[in-house]
């Protein structure tokens, strides 16, 4: 009898127990033709039955005390939840109706009122036990359920317990994924309201914080090796290196097992308080690769003094229970007939017990100690702290309802409770506001509307000398701590998996760099994507960018595209050897056209010069010098000034050269039409001669008619007045049209950063480019003109084939025009202008050489021919 009734008047209360003792249900075949039995259980569970006897330990320590329960003794009945619900519901009814039939179970101090229910085992099993007794009022201190669910006292009315709820766990679990930046992890529940509804809260709270889960199952909660593979596939395949596991150790064992024969190593697991210091998966031969550095939460652990003791110390013989105990550990058959005179022999003291024993037979002699059984190891005393402290609060609330001092007493009209015969919800009253401290560790026991904090160890499984897994206390994790401080981790402690020292990564992509942005993966969670580089001028300056952004107008992205750089400007400067090369020919040019003119002073009064009117030759020169300058207007950095002068002076300068060209050449043309004219009257002339001759000769000598008069009037007909007329109002037109340009759409500087992304181009823009065009236009045509006029006079021959240059300096003024187009539409930026100028350069120079080069030749090298009568005309047939 374990619950020592020593004192006669001593009063009598039962404490119900309900443990897990058993794994399972044995399996009965479903026979209908027989009386249904109570089916049993198998799979005898030594840390549940360890739990059990901490019970008796504590009603048998409270027994004990004198100043707690002092006149009352406790007694107890203990049932087997066997881990199935039914069973738990079986043992509540028999608790309830105290009809004793489902044995193998303790039942000790019958006819005593009954007071609380220790248990019942898991969650699945509380919820259903607390439904029955909570519509009897009856309590329920439970040292194990710790579903977020049983929080509801609506549904729960007289359920307590000594364990934190899982509404803390499976937020402490999701502080640690997220403290270490896990964002792709895996998780595996338990088919039971402990599993699902843990990892449900820790999924909510991880996935708010934008972490993703890779897979998510469940373990079967009967024996399913095609699951269990099923499982196994989806952890090997999956990218996630963290598995954060909700489930009893009963319940993970076969996946453990299974996860062992393939082998599998690289997973951190996340350990939830059922299994994190479970032995039945940590004695596993090899599990170091696969669990070590496992990370799980442990509730307060405690030594119990005396514990071991009353462990070691368990007699075999007392219980069927213990008697099953004795035979699983030993692995062998208690002897009944045996055991009895082997008590008597040890008893004479001759010893030498085991020499004499059969195969597969026990005594009940056999040493606990030697065994090293999950059962004595008092290290990791957790949940049997929480049963132990389950029973002290059940032992304080019936002390505190025993001293109820009448008259100030809790109920109606300040009356008492009778321990002999109280009432269940009376003794509720008492244990919902208990506080007491728990003996050897002083901790402080309260219940807050039925619930004790969250207080938890963080626990890294790590391998010890001989190659077993030590459970090391790593930091802590307080749910009454204000937010920052609730969990305190010392990361330099851990080891992880593969005795690694640096944390694993677990992400399904890598993070973003800057200079990309992340894309989504069509139908995959959103820790999945691609980095899609920015595009030219876009940039990312941050990791894990959503977008990417624009860069303002005036910058543009760097070769990275992580930052905004400003566009290079661009425009053809002075100083560059570009535009050196071309200020220098273009004052070349200038000077060249400058000597020229000196030639022609200085050689002003010869007929070569006076030839063709020295004044628009000197305006041409002029003109020329005029663009060969505005040339050098186009470089350097544009301005509102250099843009209006360089175009204006440009198409002014051309219309002066070619409004005095077109002076000379208009008439040049009136000069070959005349003396056409004159050819043809002299032919004429001729003709009327020979028939005069003829007849002559038959009659008398006629004297010929004098040649026809080639006066200078005649093959003038234009006077330099005449031409110099012509030019100025060329040249004028073009003045009036682009002093209208300039006054009303002027050419201004712009910024142009549409041709190439990367720069600035600083270019003039015409302001309108109709004026532009017709400006051009107009110099073009007075090109066509000139051109036209000096080609009609190009068979004139006079001695310096005048005509002839001109339509030549024309032909090339046009070749390098059109040229010029397809070069300037094809180049881009600073080069244009250099396109431009070289055009510019190239008519003008063209014009320069091809007009007055052969007159200068004559007047430096050839003075002699520089002669009044050469000026003339030839006419091809001469007189006679
Ligand atoms: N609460 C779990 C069951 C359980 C358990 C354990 C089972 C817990 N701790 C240790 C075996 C060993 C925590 C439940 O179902 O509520």
């Known amino acids: 009898n374990l619950s020592g009734y020593k004192d006669v008047e001593k009063k009598k209360v039962v404490i119900g127990g309900m443990f897990p003792v058993h794994n399972r249900l044995a399996s009965s075949d479903s026979n209908t033709s027989s009386v249904p039995v109570s089916s049993g259980c198998e799979g005898f569970n030594f840390r549940t039955f360890r739990w059990a006897q901490t019970m008796l330990f504590a009603i048998h320590e409270i027994n004990g005390k004198e100043d707690l329960l002092p006149n009352t003794d406790l007694g107890y009945v203990i049932y087997d939840s066997c881990f199935t619900i039914s069973k738990a519901v079986e043992g509540t009814l028999t608790y309830l109706t105290g009809q004793d039939e489902a044995v193998p179970n303790y039942r000790c101090g019958d006819g005593a009122p009954l007071a609380a229910l220790v248990g019942a085992g898991g969650s699945d099993l509380s919820i259903a036990t607390s439904r029955i007794l909570g519509l009897y009022y009856f309590p329920q201190v439970s040292y194990e359920s710790s579903c977020s669910v049983l929080e509801s006292r609506f549904?729960?009315?007289?359920?307590?317990?000594?364990?934190?709820?899982?509404?803390?766990?499976?937020?402490?679990?999701?502080?640690?994924?997220?403290?270490?930046?896990?964002?792709?992890?895996?998780?595996?529940?338990?088919?039971?309201?402990?599993?699902?509804?843990?990892?449900?809260?820790?999924?909510?709270?991880?996935?708010?914080?934008?972490?993703?889960?890779?897979?998510?199952?469940?373990?079967?909660?009967?024996?399913?090796?095609?699951?269990?593979?099923?499982?196994?596939?989806?952890?090997?395949?999956?990218?996630a290196k963290i598995v954060v596991v909700f489930s009893s150790e009963v319940d993970l064992n076969p996946l453990v097992e299974e996860l062992l024969r393939h082998n599998v190593t690289n997973r951190t697991w996340i350990a939830s308080e059922a299994w994190v210091t479970s032995a039945l998966i940590s004695h596993h031969p090899g599990v170091l690769s696969l669990l070590g550095g496992t990370l799980g939460f442990g509730i307060h652990r405690a030594e119990i003094?005396?514990?071991?003791?009353?462990?070691?110390?368990?007699?075999?013989?007392?219980?069927?229970?213990?008697?099953?105990?004795?035979?699983?550990?030993?692995?062998?058959?208690?002897?009944?007939?045996?055991?009895?005179?082997?008590?008597?022999?040890?008893?004479?003291?001759?010893?030498?017990?085991?020499?004499?024993?059969?195969?597969?037979?026990?005594?009940?002699?056999?040493?606990?100690?030697?065994?090293?059984?999950?059962?004595?190891?008092?290290?990791?005393?957790?949940?049997?702290?929480?049963?132990?402290?389950?029973?002290?609060?059940?032992?304080?609330?019936?002390?505190?309802?025993?001293?109820?001092?009448?008259?100030?007493?809790?109920?109606?009209?300040?009356?008492?409770?009778?321990?002999?015969?109280?009432?269940?919800?009376?003794?509720?009253?008492?244990?919902?506001?208990?506080?007491?401290?728990?003996p050897h560790t002083g901790e402080t026991i309260f219940f807050t509307d039925g619930e004790v904090v969250g207080l938890y160890e963080i626990i890294n499984w790590q391998s010890n000398v001989d190659d077993q897994i030590s459970y090391v206390h790593i930091g802590y994790y307080n749910s009454t701590a204000p937010p920052e401080e609730r969990m305190i981790i010392n990361n330099d402690s851990i080891i992880w998996n593969n005795n690694m020292l640096e944390v694993p990564r677990s992400v399904c992509s890598e993070r973003c760099q800057p200079g990309t942005r992340m894309g989504i993966r069509q139908g995959e969670p959103v820790c999945c994507f691609d980095c899609i580089p920015c595009t030219d001028g876009e940039i990312s300056n941050t990791t894990d960018a959503r977008g990417c952004i624009q860069c303002d107008e005036d910058?543009?992205?760097?070769?990275?595209?992580?930052?905004?750089?400003?566009?290079?400007?661009?425009?053809?400067?002075?100083?560059?050897?570009?535009?050196?090369?071309?200020?220098?020919?273009?004052?070349?040019?200038?000077?060249?056209?400058?000597?020229?003119?000196?030639?022609?002073?200085?050689h002003v009064g010869t007929p070569l010069v006076q030839a063709n009117d020295p004044l628009l030759s000197f305006s041409l020169l002029l003109g020329l010098v005029v663009t060969f300058l505005c040339s050098i207007v186009f470089l350097g950095e544009p301005q509102h000034w250099s843009c209006m002068t360089s175009q204006v002076a440009l198409a002014l300068g051309?219309?002066?050269?070619?409004?005095?060209?077109?002076?000379?050449?208009?008439?040049?043309?009136?000069?070959?039409?005349?003396?056409?004219?004159?050819?043809?009257?002299?032919?004429?002339?001729?003709?009327?001669?020979?028939?005069?001759?003829?007849?002559?000769?038959?009659?008398?000598?006629?004297?010929?008619?004098?040649?026809?008069?080639?006066?200078?009037?005649?093959?003038?007909?234009?006077?330099?007045?005449?031409?110099?007329?012509?030019?100025?109002?060329?040249?004028?037109?073009?003045?009036?049209?682009?002093?209208?340009?300039?006054?009303?759409?002027?050419?201004?500087?712009?910024?142009?950063?549409?041709?190439?992304?990367?720069?600035i181009i600083l270019e003039c823009d015409p302001g309108n480019v109709i004026f532009i065009c017709c400006i051009f236009a107009y110099d073009l045509l007075l090109a066509l003109l000139t051109f036209i006029f000096a080609f009609v006079a190009r068979k004139l021959e006079d001695h310096f084939s005048e005509a002839k240059c001109v339509t030549f300096s024309m032909l090339v003024f046009f070749i390098v025009w059109i040229s010029f187009v397809p070069a300037y539409l094809s180049t881009r930026g600073k080069f244009m202008v250099a396109v431009q100028i070289f055009a510019i350069l190239a008519s003008s120079f063209g014009l320069l050489f091809c007009i007055f080069l052969p007159k200068c030749y004559l007047l430096l090298v050839k003075p002699e021919r520089n002669k009044e009568e050469l000026m003339k005309p030839r006419p091809k047939l001469r007189d006679g």
């Open 555 to 602: 910058y543009w992205s760097n070769a990275n595209h992580d930052a905004c750089v400003p566009k290079t400007i661009e425009f053809l400067d002075f100083g560059e050897p570009l535009g050196i090369t071309l200020i220098v020919i273009s004052a070349f040019g200038a000077l060249l056209t400058m000597a020229v003119g000196m030639v022609f002073i200085m």
């Open 654 to 759: 051309f219309a002066l050269v070619l409004s005095s060209l077109i002076g000379k050449a208009a008439l040049l043309m009136l000069r070959a039409r005349a003396l056409k004219a004159a050819r043809g009257a002299a032919k004429v002339a001729k003709a009327v001669a020979k028939a005069a001759a003829e007849q002559a000769s038959d009659t008398a000598v006629v004297p010929p008619p004098p040649p026809p008069a080639t006066t200078k009037n005649d093959v003038d007909p234009l006077r330099p007045i005449h031409q110099r007329v012509i030019a100025v109002i060329a040249t004028l037109i073009q003045a009036v049209a682009c002093t209208v340009w300039l006054i009303f759409c002027p050419p201004y500087p712009v910024k142009n950063t549409a041709v190439q992304n990367i720069k």
């Open 305 to 438: 003094p005396g514990l071991q003791r009353y462990l070691l110390n368990i007699d075999p013989y007392e219980d069927p229970l213990t008697e099953e105990f004795w035979e699983t550990a030993f692995n062998c058959t208690l002897d009944y007939g045996k055991a009895m005179q082997n008590a008597r022999a040890s008893a004479m003291g001759t010893g030498a017990v085991s020499r004499i024993m059969p195969e597969g037979l026990c005594t009940g002699q056999e040493s606990l100690e030697q065994l090293n059984n999950t059962y004595s190891d008092v290290s990791q005393l957790r949940i049997t702290y929480s049963v132990y402290k389950a029973v002290y609060a059940v032992a304080h609330a019936l002390h505190n309802l025993e001293h109820c001092q009448p008259g100030n007493g809790p109920f109606e009209k300040g009356s008492c409770a009778d321990i002999t015969k109280f009432e269940p919800w009376q003794l509720m009253y008492y244990l919902k506001n208990l506080q007491f401290d728990v």
């Open 155 to 239: 549904q729960y009315p007289t359920f307590l317990r000594t364990i934190p709820s899982d509404e803390h766990q499976s937020v402490a679990m999701a502080q640690l994924v997220l403290h270490f930046g896990w964002t792709w992890v895996g998780t595996i529940a338990a088919d039971d309201d402990y599993g699902k509804y843990g990892i449900k809260r820790f999924r909510e709270v991880v996935e708010e914080a934008g972490v993703c889960v890779s897979f998510s199952e469940t373990l079967p909660k009967v024996s399913s090796p095609e699951d269990i593979q099923h499982i196994v596939q989806t952890v090997i395949e999956s990218t």
